[in-house]
C-alpha cells in the first residue's frame, strides 16, 4: 500500500455520470479516492440540501466501491463570497459553510477545500477584506463544531495567490481547524509573476498545510492543460509538501468534452503516481 493518498477531481470526469459511476472509474483508472465539488452551479450547490437518504446511499456506494470522499472543493463561495459588499451576500456565503461542514460531517469528509477570494465578481478593498477576515473566523468556529479542517487553495487573483498570503489569514484566525490546502499550478504561475521562490513559499506553511492539488499550468494558464505540458515543478513542490508531512494529493483536470474518459483518466494517474514517487523516492 502507498504511503499517500491520490484523491481525483470530480470535474475531470464527464458530466452527468452517477455517484456509483465516478466511484467505480475512480478506482478503475489509479486513484485511491474522489474530491468532491461543490461549486457555484445550482446543480452542484443543491448537493448542500441533501436529504438523509441521499446522504446515506452515497456513504453506501462508497462502502460498496472501498473509494471514499475525504475532500471537498467548495468553490460555490465565487459566486456568495465571505466579503461581499452585499449582506444578503455574505449571509448565503454563511449558510453555504454551515451546510458544507454539514454534509462532511455526515459524509466523513475530512477536509473542505476554501476558496482564497475576499470577492470575486465584485471589486475588493478594505471593506471586503474585513468582512471576509469576521466571516472567516466564524466558519473557522461552524468547522471546528463538527471536526472538520478548512483548507485555503491558492488561487489565481492577488489576494490569495501564494501560501503565505494564506498564512497570514490562518495566523489571524488562529484556529487549529483553518489551515492550507494549495493548488501548486497556481503558485508556479505566482511565483513567475512575483519572481519569488516557489519552494519556500510551499514551506512557509509547514505545520498548516493539510493536502494539495496537483495541477498543470503556464503563466496566464490555470486549467484545461494536459500533465506535463507546462511548466508545474512536480516533484521539486511534492518533496517539499512530504518533508512538511503532507501524504494527501488531489489531481486536478477538467474533462475536454472529447477525449476517451478512461485513457485520459489513466494516464494522468500514472503520470501523478511516478511524479509522487520520484519525489519521495529519496526519503525512503
Known sequence: MADYSLGLYEKAMPDGLSFRE???????????????????TDMRLARLDWQSGQVHELKRLMDDSGVLIRTM???????????SHDPAVRARSLEIMRKAVDLASK???????????????????????????ENLAICAEIAAKEGVLL???????????????????????????LGVYPDIGNLKN????????????????RG????????????????????????????????????????LYTGEFWYDGKSEVVPSL??????????????IASFA
Open 22 to 40: 465516478m466511484l467505480e472509474l475512480t478506482a478503475r483508472t489509479g486513484f485511491d479516492r474522489l474530491e468532491l465539488s461543490v461549486d457555484e
Open 73 to 83: 472543493c467548495l468553490s460555490g463561495h465565487r459566486k456568495y463570497p465571505l466579503g
Open 107 to 133: 459524509l466523513g469528509i475530512a477536509i473542505i477545500q476554501l476558496a482564497g477570494y475576499d470577492v470575486y465578481y465584485e471589486t475588493g478593498d478594505e471593506d471586503t477584506r474585513a468582512w471576509f477576515a
Open 151 to 177: 483548507g485555503f487553495e491558492t488561487m489565481e487573483t492577488a489576494f490569495m495567490d501564494t501560501v503565505s498570503k494564506a498564512m497570514a489569514y490562518v495566523k489571524l484566525i488562529g484556529s487549529p481547524y
Open 190 to 205: 505566482a511565483s513567475v509573476l512575483y519572481g519569488t521562490d516557489l519552494l519556500a513559499d510551499i514551506e512557509s506553511g
Open 208 to 247: 498548516h498545510t493539510f493536502a494539495a492539488h496537483l495541477k498543470e499550468t503556464v503563466p496566464g494558464v490555470y486549467r484545461n492543460m494536459v500533465f506535463g505540458t507546462g511548466h508545474t515543478p512536480y516533484q521539486e513542490c511534492i518533496k517539499v509538501l512530504w518533508g512538511m508531512g503532507v501524504r
Open 266 to 279: 489513466t494516464s494522468s494517474a500514472s503520470f501523478l503516481r511516478n511524479q509522487i514517487e520520484m519525489a
